[in-house]
């Protein structure tokens, strides 16, 4: 059983090691000068470090003081290659390391904007942030620092063998069994250490979650009185993380207590043998002097080298969970290009329920959208509305049936290309906490004027002039300076501002009042003349003049027409106007306008 699982382990590091191997041959050349500068800064160093042979074997005991300035420049150039290089090597890594965080970060950006959206509503916010901050810098460094270290380590403790073997064999022969006491060890230690780092790893992002969670809930947990259930369900989180690194620890410190003793007691080992050969004779004092400290650096070298292999197990651990997100399967991708205008969207016996769940949300749904005009889907709550907008955004795929774009199915669309021609505004808008008119252009290239065109046609002009710093006005978090409507206002704005072919409003103008809204609609009829309107609505004063009104109740279409038809003939229709208010429906009203 524990065989199979080494077995499993060591499979899954190869394959670890070889898909980093994908991402990091891009830059071998890079890394192996790195390492090549690293390296000879290491053996640099064993040479300056022998120069104490020849000063108290030729110089002092052979009395050759002529040879002292030749001591002494033979120290400084070999210290100063060293110290040039150890610079050099600092340097080489860490902008190696930022150049690798740079290639895999803007890789896992481009990489969650093609991921399926369920499984992006399905992992939390702070658990990918994690992927950005923690792992992939772990990654690197690992990369880019650890790895070109350890072969600098493993260089230098080659070199050392080398000289201690050739000044006295058994020193190197104490050195190696002790040092082979610390490779049994590391073998012990290194799955061990490797799970509970991921383990630990796991933890630390649960607890990441939950901070984010409660920063974002901030107002909801005062608003309810929930402070001291939201702190004991933080102290929860943190317990965990925090005894996991409590176990890291223990484990980590009963290593280094074990491998601490054994480097002791070969120390004396050493000393003892190394003081009776320069007795007996066999040695020089210049020798003895250069073996002892080699020996202790070899000593150190197997210490690091030992560590290297450690930390490469855990450091895998962080690397095997960036592999796992980098290898989710992107959203499927139609390669159809779609370059001339929508003529038709047609819901083709559309069935749908959300992954996860068995409900069917949308039921064959047959729909025709037709263009050029303003539309209005109305319903029930819950009978799929929305969803018939995060389909036609491709968040998801019908379960079954099909929507065809001018007749081609559109999942075989270019996403580039069909996203081009249209454009949502949600209930609840996200803003970026930037200024107003960063939010408005949303990195597109609009003149000024047609950004204070769709402002005026989104009434909201006069309220952003209104404020100290205009259009330049930092607008916080999430948008939070701004109420509810002027948010909407803002997102719808921001919207109309491309003039998109199909624009889709998901409860857009919920939270204005009847009077704005009513001059927001005014204008954006007339901005939108001749072009495809999809309104979700509740409030029947904003759907009452659509061209077509189509009614859905329990994922199907029930009914369709204009306001007079279906209030003369469509009996869901008229229940639904004899049911609300023309203030709307209270359920999905946001924070006022
Ligand atoms: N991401 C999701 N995962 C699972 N179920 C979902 C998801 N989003 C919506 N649903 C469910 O799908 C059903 C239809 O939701 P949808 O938002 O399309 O309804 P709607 O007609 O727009 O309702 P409302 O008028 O209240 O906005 C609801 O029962 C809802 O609970």
Known sequence: ?????????????????????????QMRWALAFSMMVLVVGQWAQIAAQGSQKFLIDDVLVGKHYEQLLWVLGYFTITYLVFYLLSWWGRYLTRMNGLTLQRYMGSRLMALIQRLPVASIQGGRTAKWVQYFTSDIQQVSTFVTEDLPRGIQQVAGTLLLIGIIGWNSPIVLAIVSVFSALYIALGRYYGPIMRRQTREMQEKRGDMLTKIEEGISSTREVIAFNRMAWEEKSFRGAFAVFFDKVMENGKLANSQLLLSNSVQWIGRMAVLLFGGYSVISGSISIGVFVIVYQYSNQLFNNYQTVFNFVMNMSGQLAYADRVREIFNQEAAPEGSKPLKAEVQSIVFDKVTFAYP??????????????????????VGSSGGGKSTVTQLLLRFFEPTSGCIRINGTPLSDIRNADWLGKLCVVFQEPFLLPDTIRSNLL??????????????????????IESMENGYDTVVGERGYTLSGGQRQRIAIARAIAGEPELLILDEATSALDMETEMKLQEALDRERAGKTTIVIAHRLSTVRNADLILVMHEGR?????????????????????????????????????
């Open 356 to 377: 996860g769940t068995e409900r069917l949300v949308l039921n064959e749904l047959e729909l025709s959208i037709p263009q050029g005009k303003k539309i209005a889907i």
């Open 557 to 593: 279409l029930v009914e369709q027409g204009t306001h007079q038809e279906l209030m003369n003939g469509g009996d869901i229709y008229r229940r639904l106007v004899s049911v609300m208010s023309d203030e709307g429906a209270p359920k999905k009203r946001i924070r006022g306008a």
């Open 1 to 25: 059983m524990c065989r199979r699982t080494n077995v499993t382990g060591r499979r899954l590091q190869m394959k670890t090691v070889r898909w980093l191997w994908g991402y990091v041959s």
């Open 442 to 463: 949303f990195g597109r290239p609009f003149s000024e004027e047609r950004i204070i065109e769709a402002c005026r046609i989104a009434q909201v002009h006069e309220f």
